[in-house]
């Protein structure tokens, strides 16, 4: 009886430290971009600046920043021109977008988007969608809200993906261009490469429905001693709950940001050049050594090492043969291990990419990437699991 | 759209699927050294000459309740084309509580031209029975028979001719086919059988035939083995300690003539027949046996457990890799697949990635089946061909098999040993009924 009691008392300090952090901690969300005439939700975002000049002063391109936003399957851009005052000058501008990833802007699937702001109105955007035959899409518009800082003048808008259709985390490149021959670019040469894949998450009620569910079952199948299920349910549960909690989290925007920052200091010393951006470490800009071009590798939950630490850590903590001295000894030796075989997978990648070029990133991040990780995480499984497996068996078939 | 939409599933498949594919990588380079070594083999195969002289042969059948085989058993015994006075067969009692006896005594009542004699031991255990049935065994030759398995006619002679042809051979197993009626009957054990039938056909025709090139058998088949006496009388002869006596043996064998050029191997032209599965929890007995098994004999072949590097040049290692360390994450990437929807994937685009996935098992199990179709004779040829299409099945039957073996990984470390385990179904639903709510 007083097991159970305990128990439940852990259950409970758990649930109410699960509440209370999001109460309590709200700078550990990530700021969520609306259209909304607010501007600091894009603090955190990638973007590319421009220089002044280049373009006629109502289509002098500043910035332009992009981003996705929680449990909403659009794109979300904002665009900075210079000249602030010019209030009452129209600006024009096309998204052009390379919807299958393949270099060309000319292929039946690749779309543009026509932008058209009227400032001074509170953000008056209107965004019409083509497809590259010219045939129209879809058209938004709205007043998202406008602002004038030091030395230029800011807008927002959103394109929806199915529209435009992009799955989550597919590969899209785009670029911005005013209207017109002459007109200012963004990036001024090739494009920007981007995988968006907006967080989803679920409620927090829901979360700790699944989790309390969870813990019952885990006990009834460990006291049943049904090992199969038990490891199923334990194993896979505190990996889907464990990525439902850190998915868009400040735990997984921290590691991003970490393996950026690792990886630019380490890719460094191999004479390979990648920046950073200030507000946004997760996001690495690779120099492509072929054209000279940059590109952009962006750091998610997959690619930190956080997925694959989240499912050893639910088949180390929860595997039945060992003692709770080795889980705990053996789970944060776990845990660095495969954040160091990650920076080796990242490193792979981006070496590849700086010397293969733009048209490696596919090979590199799919393949070579994975293969690397996949062969180490299998060296590494095998000293976690079947090494120490194979000693406690040899103990106990040798003395019979 | 479509287009893309394929591309993008091709994308997604590769990235995330690789826990899952990189295994099936595993097993198609595999398969290709098989098939490629089968193929280089089937032409330097050359036919075994015919015997001028018949050594004698004991054949040692361990009876444990086996009123119902028994029989059988010996029929197949008495039929060999092989001369029957040169074979002398011991029938060793381990415990059983049956009329085991009265069937042996009744066939050799009727059938005194063969040799059979009756042993009986005090205390349970088929490693005992064997290896009394070992000890007392007289001529060149020593075959241990499971009661519940019976022999093709040519069966011995092949053996034989195959020992007698080739004096580096010092053990063998014979190739084990499932006794099941072919394409007549299509309830769900039927299928669950046929898929066995396919299964044993793959693992002896194309997997046992390539560790025979290789000199890497793992397991003496424990149904129907032959042994050169001296050899088995220098061992430790069968050992209790783990559930794999058969493959336990083996390691010791190959340890034991491992710098004396000797080999280890199986003969396909030697054919003997297992009755099939009945159940499902008798599948699921036999594979955590297997399993469990294997990780036992394994933990004691080592002299010292390798390392990573070590175990990927070694063939028992490798082994371990693909059953064991590999199926903890195949555990977690076979349900976190589907989970990435819930994480903003696109439905259709995990469905047809799990379709994918089942495919790319359903051409390798193709793969295997045909290059085994390719190695039996003809009449068994035109009855594997009623059941072709068990093919789209056999991902789902090598899927369960996976995680009756992962339960048998887990149980290796949680429970003691046991010849016969409860399925986790059942222990279920009396664990519920052990509730008052219920």
Known sequence: ?????????????????????????????????????????????????????????????????????????????????????NAGSKMACRVYFDVNSNGSYEDAIDKYAEVVYSPGRDGEVEVSLYSVAGDHVNTYSGNWGESVREGGRRFELAISMEDLNVFPAQPVRFYISGAGSGADRLPDQGDVLWMPFP????????????????????????????????????????????????????????????????????????????????????TILVLIEVDRSWTTIDIDIESSGLLEMCILLGLLLFYPGYSIFKRLLFSPLAVFIVFVINLMRVMVVITIIHWGGRDMIFLSHTLFGRIVFFILIVALYWHLFTRPTLKIVREYVSDG | MDEVFLERTLNFLLFWGVWLLAPLMFDISTAIVYFISLFLHSYKAQPVPELTFYPGVTIVVPVYNSTGNLYQCLRSILYQSYPVDCLHVICVDNGSRDNSFEVFQGFQAKHQELAVSWTKLDRPGKSRALNAGLYSGQGS??????SDTTLDKDAIMQVIKTFENDPSLVAATGTIRVDKELGNNFGFMDIVNYCEVIEYLIAFDVGRRYQTLTNTLFTLSGAFSVF??????????????????????????????????????????????????????????????????????????????PNAFQAVKDFTGRILISDHTQAFSRLTWTFLIPFLYFLGYSLPLVVISMIGLFLCYLLLDTAYFLVAYKSVNKAYRQDLKKIWWIVFFLPV??????????????????????????????????ALKSYKFW
């Open chain 1, 1 to 85: 009886m007083k097991k159970y009691i305990a128990l439940s008392g852990v259950l409970t300090v758990f649930l109410l430290i699960f509440f209370w952090s999001d109460i309590s901690f709200p700078e550990w969300k990530k700021p969520v971009i609306g259209l909304d005439g607010g501007f600091d939700d894009w603090g955190g975002k990638t973007f590319l600046a421009d220089g002044r000049g280049g373009a006629a002063v109502n289509g002098d391109l500043k910035a332009i920043f992009w981003g996705t936003r929680e449990n909403d399957q659009r794109l979300y851009f904002m665009v900075e021109r210079f000249s602030p005052g």
């Open chain 1, 199 to 282: 967080v989803v998450t679920k409620s927090r009620s829901l979360i700790a429905l699944g989790f309390l569910i969870w813990c019952a079952a885990i006990a009834f199948f460990y006291r049943h001693r049904i090992w199969i299920f038990y490891y199923i349910v334990a194993a896979v549960g505190f990996t889907y709950i464990s990525i439902l909690l850190l998915r868009g989290s400040f735990l997984e925007y921290q590691m991003e940001n970490l393996v950026g920052l690792l990886m630019r200091h380490i890719l460094n010393f191999m004479d390979i050049k990648t920046n950073v951006f200030d507000k946004a470490p997760g």
């Open chain 2, 141 to 146: 030759y020593l075959c241990n028979l499971d």
């Open chain 2, 228 to 305: 050169r006496r001296d050899i088995i009388l220098q061992s430790f002869m069968y050992q209790d300690r783990t559930l794999a006596e058969d493959t336990d043996l083996t390691f010791y064998i190959r340890n034991a003539v491992k710098n004396k050029n000797a080999r280890i191997g199986s003969i396909s032209s030697a054919v003997a027949f297992v009755e099939p599965i009945e159940s499902l929890s008798r599948l699921y007995s036999q594979r955590v046996r297997w399993q469990r098994g294997e990780i036992e004999v394994a933990s004691i072949c080592f002299g010292n457990i």
């Open chain 2, 397 to 430: 039957y090598r899927y369960f098999s996976y995680w009756f073996r992962m339960s048998g990984i887990l149980m290796a470390l949680t429970e003691l040993k046991s010849w016969q385990v409860e399925n986790p179904v059942t222990q279920f639903t009396r």
